[in-house]
């Protein structure tokens, strides 16, 4: 396959080890990422085409902006968390055409947060999808999958990292049947589609009032970005870790603090009890509750009071 002349698009971390795969199994004659954010900060699949000297196309319309995408002539376009969407002039142009890489098992979860939304919905599994590109979101047919197990330790920076990789090695395990003609698409049904949206201060709002199931897995599921958080004496108070504890306090109210222990932060749910155990106070860095708790002056005063 070293011969083969590859477009890579993407930008974020999680694109950082496909490419690296194309780059030793291809030949990555472009890659595409999205303009510069964030105070000019580059992505990190920019700095790669920056270190290996790849030409380099940052469009901020790729809809109206691509011909010198296609000036490069490439035998297959390959995206992976690009960030925008890609137009018909593009899916059409290459022989091979347009392939996209998505982190969930299609036609479940489609949208800009998979991993999260995955973790904050309670999935036990979750994987990578390889399919061909039409002009809707993540509604192309699907060549291959793999599934993976959602553990109940993990969060989303966790999982992610392990897809990241799997995607990578099903991409390049895939390629040559892609380039054989050896695939056989599958439609994806409709009406089995759900959807990621990107995710929003409200969600990272935690909702006490919910079981504790729930919040522990909203809570690990915006681990370590963007962070849950709730609201403790008109501070906002992040919440990076936390278990399921096995209190029960019937006269209490959601979201009361209701016990302090060793490791953290007992707060009244739904139906029981959510222990924070990795928190940060606005202003204050990170840290282990355990260590919040002894920098106060007297911690029992937390009792009873509300996380809203």
Not at 100 to 106: D, P, T
Not at 165 to 187: A, F, H, V, Y
Not at 260 to 269: A, F, M, R, S
Request: aromatic fraction near 6%; proline fraction near 5%.
């Amino acid at each position: 396959m070293k011969n083969l002349k590859v477009i890579f698009m993407g930008t974020p971390s999680f694109s950082v080890p496909v490419l690296d795969g194309l780059i030793e199994a291809c030949t990555v004659i472009g890659i595409v990422s999205q303009p510069d954010r964030n105070g000019n900060k580059i992505s990190p699949v920019k700095e790669i085409s920056l270190a290996k000297n790849i030409p380099l196309f940052q469009p901020e319309n790729i809809k109206t902006d691509y011909q010198d995408i296609l000036r490069l002539n490439p035998d297959i376009i390959i995206t992976c968390a690009y960030g925008q969407i890609i137009p018909k002039q593009i899916l059409v142009a290459p022989r091979f055409g347009c392939v996209n890489i998505h982190a969930s098992l299609l036609p479940k979860y489609r949208g800009g947060a998979p991993i999260h939304r995955a973790i904050m919905n309670g999935e036990s599994k979750t994987g990578i999808t390889i399919m061909l590109m039409n002009e809707r979101m993540d509604a192309g047919s699907i060549i291959r999958q793999k599934e993976e197990a959602i553990l109940s330790s993990d969060n989303v920076g966790i999982l992610h990292d392990r897809l990241s990789i799997l995607s990578r090695n099903l991409l390049i395990s895939t390629l040559p049947d892609i380039i054989s003609g050896n695939i056989d698409p599958i439609k994806q049904n409709e009406a089995e589609a759900t959807f990621a949206s990107i995710i929003t201060r409200e969600d990272e709002h935690i909702n006490f009032s919910k079981t504790t199931r729930e919040v522990y897995n909203n809570i690990r599921g915006l681990n370590p970005w963007p962070g849950a958080y709730c609201v403790l004496e008109n501070k906002v108070l992040k919440v990076w870790n936390s278990r399921i504890g096995d209190g029960i306090f019937l006269n209490s109210f959601e979201g009361e603090i209701v016990n302090l222990y060793e490791d953290g932060i007992g707060v009244k749910t739904l139906n029981g009890e959510i222990v924070l155990t990795e928190v940060q106070l606005e202003g204050h860095k990170r840290m282990n509750a355990k260590d919040f708790l002894n920098g106060l002056k007297n911690k029992e005063l937390l009792k009873g009071k509300i996380c809203d």
